[in-house]
């Protein structure tokens, strides 16, 4: 199972990757794995405000439907259509091109209740 060490993550299974007041989120591939097969991705609009923990997307597999939330509050300033095109992308690609939103953070201090990727594999095991 791929996590990678720079990123923070949920126990809702989002990564976030921060970088200066910008943060992109996805889903962990332990979370696209058990999902297995995504078949369509829906994304909240740009531009909305969020408070950590809000619903944000939906991401539905051939077997089941999950909401995907914001770890941390901020405005969505951009969300990755190419996944909306190619759901796909967050089977084959969830740290990368399977992003799923960036958000512009107001508090970088909300990070640090977030998981480690140590913690986050202690999590899913």
């Given at each position: ?42 994304l ?56 799923l ?25």
């Amino acid at each position: 199972m791929n996590i990678p060490d720079q990123l923070k993550y949920a126990e809702s299974h989002e990564w976030i990757a921060l970088a200066d007041d910008l943060a992109t989120v996805g889903i962990s591939d332990h979370a696209q794995a058990e999902l297995t097969d995504i078949i369509y991705v829906e994304l909240n609009e740009s531009g909305g405000l969020v408070s950590a923990g809000d619903q944000v997307a939906v991401v539905e597999s051939v077997k089941a439907a999950s909401d995907i939330y914001t770890p941390i509050a901020g405005e969505i300033i951009e969300v990755n259509e190419a996944v909306q095109n190619e759901p796909a992308l967050v089977n084959t690609d969830p740290y990368g091109e399977g992003w799923l939103f960036k958000i512009k953070v107001e508090d970088a201090s909300q990070l640090d209740a977030l998981m480690d990727a140590d913690a986050y594999k202690t999590h899913i095991s």
